[in-house]
Every structure is written in structure tokens, then in C-alpha cells.
């Protein structure tokens, strides 16, 4: 498929003397302003280097970018009420569970705490729905009056409903590109880079959650990985939570910790290290990997039976998972959860999503992913980047598959072909001297929603910030905290003035 171009912000190529001058100084403000991660090929806790990250801020259709924020508030409503779905929980993830170890383990703690009952009714969301400018928009989506705009809309990648991060990254981004125009003298520019507080958001969800657990001496935990290298990203979550209310202590574990000292109490209320867990934030628990072992999973399952507001509760996390929002894809799917208005728009931002389940269905994709590989991405039921399978490994995988039970592990999706346009990325340890080759890069946008309520109703439904991760348009995979992308942030402009 044929990509487009948009036209940076700034014309380029900057001056070698002007970019390496700008590039040390933007370097040097995101170390000292905690736009960071810790090396994964040099580990030490006591280090850290800049985040890659875009020296300017890439263009991005000013209608398109506000008509993302709006339909946040109707995509939260939509997790919320499939995760508190049963039934249809139940029959999207059938397949996937027999063949898919782990998604069946988190199911059947979903299964345990249903039997039981559920302790807790309310559920804290805070997720982010990842998107992409497409190139080749059809007239009707496009709508009449732009027909004649080359890329004036925007597709579905997917919704995160565990660990959705870069709620401090994503507006850090915004902050080193203020930088960057200041340093090159165009303070006039500085209007259409919108203001993102996402961060101040997502925090004051945590808290507000955290009232409704009416116990003013309970801490929030953040669950976290063994090792954390996107620790920025987390601990300024931390840091801004004490700050909107220094009452609330803010704790961190991982999961082994948990399964070696928590407790229910008697009225089920979890307890560690003798305090009173009010509400669990996971920054980890979202693959395979970070349960080494049966207490791991123990963990799991005693935080999901306890009165803690999880974020997410276990119907949330499953609500996440890629054949989830395939099954929504469906025909006839939305209408079951949203009113007629609200359903006809979230059914124009959708892709194609294909199940490859054993059925006339999945052999119908089967036969598309073997003849056009190019046109889609195999995606299994993973987070945290780095899953997918592009190209014609996506003909060789379904290939070895066709004929397995395991196939219905996957998920088919239309691969989305954005606008490339030029930009410089700027990387710890670059070879270039401070004067990182101009490249052609592709961004993903992702949009945060804060939801809280439980089954009968929803108490809480906002957006509240942004996030733009970029790579190289030669790129498959885009996580930046997988090395793979760059921070970035949006530049809004008309569309009309965005075109080579």
C-alpha cells in the first residue's frame, strides 16, 4: 500500500552546527527533567540515560487529533461494560483458552473469583487507546467534505487495559519539544503542541478510587516488574500521587513479594508488611514471564479475592486482550454495548480484525494472511510489545499453524500504512556525533481514559492526556521501552497545510 507524506513542522535539514548545538542541549534537558529509563544492556540501578526520543514534534491533522479525544469517554464506557460481561467474555476467549496457557490462567482466576463473589464491585480503568493516521482513507470515512485529503483519518490498533503506560513520558515528550522550538527561535510554534495532563489525570483517578475505598489509612500498591527499567514513568506517577494528596502512601512490590507476605484479613481486606492495600495498580502481571512460578499466580488470585480496587480487576485485563477486541469487531457486537450514535462511531475507526479460529471464519483469514501477508499483522494475546509478526513471517507463521489447534491463539489485523515524514532520532550512545541522519519515521498515538464503576454503573468516565511513540517507517514494532521507538508528541495542524 502506497504511504503518504506530511511535511514536518519545521523545514529541514537543520544546519549541522544548529542541530548538534540543539540536540546536546535537548539531550541534557531530558536527563535533568526525568525524560529517562534505565540501560538494558548496562544495567545499574543507580544510572540512568535519556529516552530515545524525536528531536521535533511530528505533524499531526489538528481535526484528527480532537476527534481521538473525544471518543475516549465512548471507548472507556465500551471496556467497561465488556469487561463486566460475562457471557460475552466467556464465549470471545472459548478457543483462545484451550490453546493459549496463559489466558487461561488469568480466565480461570476470572471463574474462581466469580464463583465466590466478587469482594469488590468497583473497578478502577485507566486505559489507552492506541491509534494511527491511515494513508488510504475511503471517502465515506473521510467524509464528504475532505474527499480530497490523502490521509485525514485514523484506525484502531488496539486498547490497553494493563499497565497502559507513558502517562509521564507522553507529556515529558511535550516538554523537550517546548524546549527544542524555544532553542530554535520559534516560540510561535509553541500554540499547536496541545496541552497533555495526562499524568495529573491518571493520578487523580488512582485517588479517586482510593476514596471510594473509604479508609484514609490504606496505601495504593503499584505491582511492578522484578527489575523496572521504564522507573521514570512509574515513579512519577508515584511522586504526583503524594503530591495531590500527601496523606496516601504510595508502595511497591512485585509478584513474588506479594505471594510471600500478603494476607486477607477477615473481612477480606488485603494486607502486607501489617498495611491495608486500598487499591492495586499493575505495572506488571501482563505476560508469562513475570510469573516464575505457582506463588506468583497465588499472588494473583489473592489480590483478585480481596476488597482492593484493582486497576485492573481481572475482567478488566481479559476485556484487553487482542481476541476480545476482535470478537467486538463483529457485526451486529457493538450494538449489544453501545446506543445506535455511539456504536456507528467507534465502528468507523476500526480496522480489520479477523479471528483464526477453526471455522469457515479463520480459514477464510487463513487463506488471506498465505496469499497477502504484506496486508496484515498476526497478533497474539500479549502485552507489552515486541509480539506481532509482520511481513511474510506472517505467511510462514500461519502457514506452520493452519492445521493446529494453536492458531486460535492469534488474531488477524489489516496492517494500518501511516504518513511517513522526516524527523531526527536522537538515541543513547548515538555514533553520529550529535548529529543524529534525518529518517523516515511513522507515529502511533495513544489516547488515556480514566474509568471508574462497577456492573450497574459507571461513576467516572474521562479523558485525560495523550502519548506519541515514533520509529523508523522501516520498523515493524514501535515500544520504546522494548528499544524499538522514540518519544514523540504531536505538532496540530490543518490538514491542508500538512501535505509535501
Known sequence: MEQNRMAPCIQLP???????????????????????????TNLNKDVLQFAPFVLLPSTFPRREFQKAVEIQPILNELMHKVAHDYEFLSSSLKSTNTVDNFTRRLFEIYETVRKDGI???????????DIMLESACSGKERGSAAKSDPYCCWKQVEINTIASGFGWLGPASGLIHRYVLQELGRMDMIQNLPENRA?????????????????????????????????????FHEFELR????????????????????KLGSKKELILDDMEVGVIYFRA?????QYHSENEWNARLLM??????KCPSIYYHLAGTKKVQQALAKPGVLEK??????????????????????????????????????????????????????????????????????????ILMERISPPMQLNYLVRPGDPNNG????????????????????????????QVGHMLRTKLSTADEGGVAAGLGALDSPYLVDLSSCCE
Not at 119 to 129: A, D, H, M, N, Y
Not at 304 to 309: F, Q
Request: aromatic share 6%; with cysteine; glycine share 8%.
Open 435 to 462: 548529529c543524529p541522519p534525518l529518517s523516515d519515521v511513522v507515529g502511533e498515538l495513544g489516547i488515556f481514559g480514566v474509568v471508574i464503576g462497577d456492573s450497574e454503573k459507571i461513576l467516572v468516565n474521562k
Open 304 to 309: 483478585e479475592r480481596s476488597k482492593a480496587i
Open 337 to 410: 454495548f453501545l446506543s445506535p450514535d455511539k456504536t456507528s462511531v467507534v465502528k468507523e475507526i476500526f480496522t480489520g480484525l479477523y479471528s483464526l479460529d477453526k471455522d469457515e471464519f479463520g480459514d477464510r483469514a487463513v487463506q488471506m494472511a498465505i496469499e497477502n501477508p504484506g496486508h496484515f499483522v498476526l497478533k497474539p494475546q500479549r502485552e507489552g510489545g515486541g509480539n506481532n509478526v509482520y511481513g511474510d513471517q506472517v505467511r510462514t507463521a500461519v502457514e506452520a499453524m493452519k492445521d493446529s489447534e494453536e492458531r486460535s491463539a492469534w
Open 285 to 289: 502481571g501482563y505476560e508469562p514471564g
Open 14 to 40: 537543520l544546519d549541522n552546527k544548529l542541530l548538534e548545538s540543539v540536540v546536546e542541549k535537548a539531550k541534557d534537558w531530558a536527563l535533568m527533567h526525568g525524560a529517562c529509563m534505565r540501560s538494558k
Open 199 to 235: 499524568l495529573q489525570g491518571l493520578c487523580q483517578g488512582m485517588l479517586e478510587a482510593w476514596k471510594l475505598y473509604n479508609n484514609e489509612k490504606a496505601v495504593i500498591m503499584f505491582v511492578v516488574e522484578d527489575v523496572t527499567y521504564n522507573i521514570c514513568d512509574q515513579r
Open 243 to 262: 503530591s495531590q494528596n500527601p496523606n496516601v502512601p504510595v508502595i511497591r512490590r512485585n509478584l513474588t513479594q506479594i505471594s510471600e507476605r500478603a
Open 119 to 129: 469482594t469488590q464491585p468497583i473497578s478502577l480503568g485507566l486505559v489507552r487507546s
